[in-house]
């Protein structure tokens, strides 16, 4: 079999990006003391092992979703009650692939009615298109851009250090 190397190439960036994505999500979760999830485990951001980052190794199990499309969620963020977790946001990173797929995986949580179903992607004209013929829950879900991301990863991370320098 002959390897398209253009295509080859693009998959690396793309998985680049998605990890890099996904990396500072789990990240900005830490910041602000949620337990994080992820599950591409050795996927690497900043050099280091998005299993690494997270603060939970599995996902938790929840009485209203399907396991299987809950654990396969880019990024979990969740809030301890007792022994339990209660998820706060889902993040979907949609860089080459449609906005259906992961709009898909977070409907699992769409019974949780304060979870946040966030679409993190670089193509509004996507996701418009898939809210616009998804009427009933369309307001559940919010698009963010990759450079808003980008944009929100530095603040929360200049805020920490400036948290630490003033001991606040």
Known sequence: MI?????EGKNTVEKSLHSILQGRLIEIGNIRGYETYCPNKSWKFNDIKLEDLTT?????????SDYNLLREIDV?????????YIPQYAFEVEISTGVW????????LIDYSDVGLCVVSNDPKKYNQVFNSLYENASRYKFVANES???LYAAEKNLKELRYEIGL
């Open 3 to 7: 390897k398209d190397e253009s295509t």
């Open 56 to 64: 939970l190794k599995t996902c938790p199990q929840l009485q209203f």
């Open 76 to 84: 979990l963020w969740f809030r301890p009650k007792g022994s339990h």
């Open 101 to 108: 797929s992961g709009v898909g995986r977070m409907a699992t």
């Open 149 to 151: 991301l980008g944009d």
